[in-house]
């Protein structure tokens, strides 16, 4: 491909020939030179692309090169299927790779998407606005893999514009070759195909010849009717290495020379090694060094066991961080006090003021109160916390699975004070994620070591290191207070809390409230933060959907009935509402000790309605069915979406009856799960999960399964017992004995 001098009109696409005789088409939003790391796909001494995407060899394979992790969520199949659709490939002709970590592959559609969303940007000003992307990204070491934001950004501004624009390139070379009109000939089944003519030729028949064309840099995409691909069912590309074993996740990486690492971090967060007494461990078989990270100790071994065994033997000595005396309870105290102070002194931060709140509730009929908490949560990644990492001759190589591997590259880099070109990362897939693979704590833990062994070394967490030392899901209390009128509508919505962190509207509410103030005051702790699957949605769905069930109860009213009224200006919630409440069988009459509760949450573009069913027998919850209705706009990989909206729903289920990560003595309490409990086979409910596709711009499907589940959960807990859950998790709660009033509940 020639050179491109300059940053041109339609240089958003650009083309070029592999060495091999095949076709690479990539997303060039600044041309430059291409990195040493591109020759794997791109081999051509004259190309300069950027963020290449897609490529056909000689054999018609089409691989698309993805640039998001696989953590089991199937997003690299999904982005796959929308580039495949639009250049009308035939999906037993496609295949993919995930892209390197380096620069060049910095996810710039992730802040077009997350930043412009569908704004109608003019052609001419693609490239530019695609170009300060691009660099915002490389600026923020951005390859992030999170926020359901796969589909609706890297997909849409990026997987189904690489794929049109390969497809319109190709025709056009077989048109100027056969002598025909462009518009006469049709790309599908990875064929280029001109009726009239009969002419018919492989994709990779024009590869060269696309190559020289510059490409559209706003190809037309398809519309949904013309879809073969997208919303179809296709077989899963990562499922059968995953079933066969050959699937490499980066607990198997195994490097020549290779030593095992355990590792124990400080008890209490912020606390560093003050002595430690290593004579007793180094001396146990296999043992090659103890190394001190400052906040952990590290022991490298032969083996894996030989190194946690001999681990168990250093006696360390931690310094003293004034945070030793905390527990979960002072850290409550502490939220409500700095809340209650904020809110008098008029410190706090508005998320949302509308209207006239404190006039709504002077002429309020009816008050109602309520306070709600939710503990910290760990991740609780089935594949345990792992890196390994060789440093040599001032260059240091990963294996690992992350959710953002340039990330990784350039903290590893800063951490061992090199270069970000002279690490290199080896990705593999993720034995989940859920936030936690985006913190890189690990990676920086195995470089470290290994440099200062001098040999390569795996560095393994154990269940209980991962458990007291995750980044963890932030405890919050909400208070609110809210005001109805004689028929029990609500006038006023009043909402404080602590700990903000994103997305912005995660506490925001889609009813019909003239008057509302929602509100939030700092309450900082030394607990370390993390995202975690939805993130502040997890608490905002259960805060808010559990209070607005109290009242429609306060209101003597049906608790969907009670949506349902205040969604006259929201069609696509109240489909959504509905869908899932008929086909619950909202209305049912249940049986004593039976209680069915909904939701209604929007969160990372895509609306969800859940309706649990549970039984509480002998004081125990059981939820027996979850009837979930989502509308993402458009459902690319509907087997997909419907496997997320399950995954997310038995998530955030084991969070509500089970997550509650305790602080005593200033440290973790739980370390492994016996006591920091998960959703098992045996209790996992019947989900139903039906789609509606509106085609409203598309969202996202990972983690908008997740808030919904604990407020229609504690809402049918309440029905079933007379109980009001408003604090998590549910195992807390006795319901052997009594019913509780809502109000005796704080």
Not at 68 to 73: L, R
Not at 296 to 324: F, M, R
Not at 406 to 422: N, S, T
Not at 476 to 490: M, N, P, R, T, Y
Request: aromatic letters at 8%; a negative charge.
């Amino acid at each position: 491909m020639p050179s491109l001098g300059k940053w041109t009109r339609r240089g958003l696409i650009t083309t070029g020939v592999l060495a091999t005789g095949g076709l690479a088409i990539g997303v060039a939003l600044r041309p430059g030179h291409r990195a040493p790391e591109l020759a794997r796909f791109v081999t051509s001494e004259e190309e300069h692309l950027v963020n290449v995407w897609v490529k056909i060899a000689p054999d018609n394979t089409i691989t698309a090169i993805v640039p998001h992790s696989e953590m089991g969520q199937g997003a690299q199949t999904a982005l796959t299927q929308m580039l495949a659709d639009e250049m009308g490939a035939r999906w037993d002709d496609v295949t993919f790779i995930e892209a390197p970590a380096i620069d060049e592959y910095a996810n710039w559609a992730l802040g077009k998407g997350f930043i412009l969303g569908p704004a109608d940007i003019p052609e001419a000003l693609v490239p530019t606005v695609d170009g300060l992307f691009l660099q915002v990204a490389k600026t923020m070491n951005l390859q992030i893999t999170g926020g359901s934001m796969s589909i609706r950004s890297t997909g849409v501004y990026g997987m189904r514009v690489a794929g049109a624009a390969a497809r319109e390139v190709l025709v056009e070379a077989a048109a100027n070759a056969w002598g025909v009109p462009p518009g006469e000939i049709v790309a599908k089944n990875s064929e280029l195909i001109h009726e009239a003519t009969r002419n018919r030729s492989e994709f990779a028949g024009f590869a060269e010849a696309a190559a020289q064309i510059a490409p559209s840099s706003s190809p037309r995409l398809k519309t949904p009717e013309e879809f073969t691909i997208m919303g179809k069912h296709v077989e899963r590309l990562d499922i059968p290495a995953k079933v066969d074993g050959t699937a490499m996740f980066g607990i198997d990486a195994v490097v020549p020379e290779m030593k095992h690492a355990a590792i124990l971090g400080a008890p209490v967060f912020g606390a560093v090694v003050v002595s430690m007494d290593t004579d007793a461990a180094i001396k146990q078989p296999g043992v090659l060094g103890i190394v001190n990270l400052g906040d952990a100790i590290a022991v490298v071994a032969d083996g894996y066991w030989q190194a946690e065994q001999a681990l168990k033997a250093v006696q360390v000595e931690w310094s003293q961080t004034g945070n030793e005396h905390l527990n979960s309870d002072e850290i409550f105290a502490k939220f409500d006090a700095d809340i209650a102070a904020a809110w008098e002194s008029g410190t706090t931060t508005d998320d949302v003021n509308t209207g006239d709140v404190v006039t709504a509730m002077g002429a309020a009929d009816n008050l109602v109160e309520a306070r709600y908490r939710v503990p910290y949560l760990a991740h609780s990644c089935m594949e345990p916390m792992n890196a390994t990492a060789k440093v040599e001759n001032g260059r240091c190589e990963v294996w690992l699975g992350t959710q953002n591997p340039l990330g990784a590259k350039h903290e590893v880099a800063q951490a061992l004070e090199i270069e970000p070109p002279r690490v290199r990362i080896h990705q593999h897939f993720l034995g989940g994620g859920f936030g936690r693979r985006a913190t890189h704590d690990v990676a920086i833990q195995a470089a470290r070591i290994a440099k200062e062994v001098g040999v390569p070394v795996k560095l393994i967490w154990s269940r209980e290191e991962d458990v007291r030392h995750d980044r963890y899901r932030p405890a919050v209390a909400s208070h609110f207070k809210a005001a109805l009128d004689e028929s029990g509508q609500i006038t006023a919505w009043e909402n404080v809390f602590n700990e903000k962190h994103e997305p912005d509207e995660a506490p925001t509410i889609p009813y019909a409230v003239a008057n509302q103030r929602i509100h939030f005051a700092d309450s900082s702790t030394h607990v370390p933060f993390g995202a975690w699957r939805s993130v502040d949605h997890s608490q905002h769905g259960f805060f808010t959907e559990s209070f607005v069930d109290e009242l429609a109860i306060a209101a003597d009213k049906d608790p969907y009935e009670y949506r349902r009224d205040m969604l006259s200006h929201k069609p696509r919630h109240l489909a959504v509402l509905t869908k899932a409440a008929v086909e619950a069988n909202w209305g049912e009459v249940l049986t004593e000790g039976r209680g069915r509760g909904i939701s209604l949450q929007e969160s990372f573009g895509s609306i969800v309605a859940q309706v649990v069913d549970v039984t509480v027998e002998k004081g125990q919850v059981k939820v027996d069915r979850v009837v979930c209705a989502i509308d993402p706009g458009f459902a690319v990989s509907p087997d997909g979406l419907t496997a997320q909206m399950e995954s997310g729903i038995i998530y955030g289920l084991s969070a509500a009856l089970y997550g509650d990560i305790q602080i005593q003595n200033g440290a973790v309490v739980q370390g492994n799960f016996h006591d920091y409990r998960s959703v098992r086979l045996n209790e996992a409910p019947v989900i139903e999960t039906h789609i509606i596709n509106s085609h409203a711009p598309w969202g996202g499907a990972g983690e908008p399964g997740t808030p919904g589940i604990a407020p229609a959960l504690a809402n049918a807990v309440y029905q079933a017992t007379g109980t009001r859950v408003r604090q998590l998790p549910i195992s807390n709660y006795d319901f052997t004995y009594r019913v509780v009033e809502p109000e005796e509940v704080i």
